[in-house]
DNA sequence: CAGTTGCGCTACGCTCCCGTTGCGAAACTC
DNA sequence: GAGTTTCGCAACGGGAGCGTAGCGCAACTG
């Protein structure tokens, strides 16, 4: 046997064994270089591998292709999602429009968030990945948020859950991305959003 | 005199004038690569060159950037606002999403689109210059028909204008951009986001 | 110890694009 | 016709990044 077992019970091949810092290194330098608004089209290995403090061999022994080490580096992201204590359906979605708001006024999120959205269309695996990951779980937070007002009569029964969370996840989006660039938008964004959507546009003889 | 005035009374200086055909294969060839999915950064003037059948020095005599050539390439953009009839704020809005859905199942338009979104930080004149010209026209538009709707008391008269656009705007655009990617949203989002956001989330007892 | 593999580094040939130059023809003015 | 400017085209030297290979050392296995 010329194997060795591992703690985890796999075996271990011959010879010195990947270094997991370099691998470390390497993802955080692709994050670094997407945070700083370079697109995955302009990202070059030779700048990760510069970055990392690591040799271009190092890299492509690992990842074949530049979009699998992005995929893999995008999986090493979690988003926030904050506890939502269903005290009241209000609170809730202000305290999660807030942690978007929060999250989009660091530039390392609003380039994450370009990529994911531009890319989309010539990177579908990036952008599945990005879904899955960061999307998904606010979704489903999100949702349960809505289901639970719905059941406890705060929110109409027949609420469009899926027209509702585009509605509000779109409203801090739009906001935070168009009006007036690079002008953060107002402290009560969340709250003034939430209670647009909850109230309604029409005036009540309507 | 060696100048000679034409139409216009401006003076035409001696030698060959330069070709407007070319100048409109130019910016079309620019639009067309965009539009294809080629981002700022990746596009080349060679590439346009050979796409609009020129030779680069034609490009460099008028553009001495590529910023400046994209810039004046998107500025021959316009928009479709459609015709807002008046006759009721749920009709013209769900008008007016409709073709902001219609819209967007154009590769060439949610490709400016991209764009416009993910180059705002990097080439702010760009952005700049999308939102002159893309945005602020439909802003207006959209704001008008709020601002009829509170007149007429369709509307509730406190309703916040920047809110329920950002509502309006931003839910069609997260709808289209992160529902399924690659699926279109349904036939009647627009009608199903304007009655969400007419009606409100919350029920009627509280 | 020998054997194997990973490390950082340098260098290679290759492709793409840059921005410029020179060419002969074309399209103008005077 | 003489002069001027633009045209498309081909070519240039140069920089950046590609993916690969070879170096000598490091870190493992047996």
Redesign the interface.
Known sequence: MNMRQTAEGTARPAGRPRSEKAEKAIVDATLDLLGE?I?V??LSIEAIAARAGVGKTTIYRRWSNKEDLVVDALATLKPPIPPLSGTSVRDDLVTYLRVLREESSH?RT??IM??A??D???H?RL??RF?EIA?EPRRTALRGV?RR?MET?????D??E???M??L???????T???R??VEPPED?AE??VD???????????
Chains 1, 2 share one sequence.
């Open positions: 608004g697109g089209a302009e530039q609003r380039c370009n990529i959205m531009s989309s269309e010539r579908p952008a599945e879904r999307l809505l007002g009569g705060e929110l109409r029964a609420l469009d899926e027209m509702a585009a509605i996840s779109g409203a801090i989006m739009w906001y991305k168009w009006h660039s690079g964004v003034r959003i647009e959507a909850l109230t309604g546009f029409r005036a009540s003889g309507w």
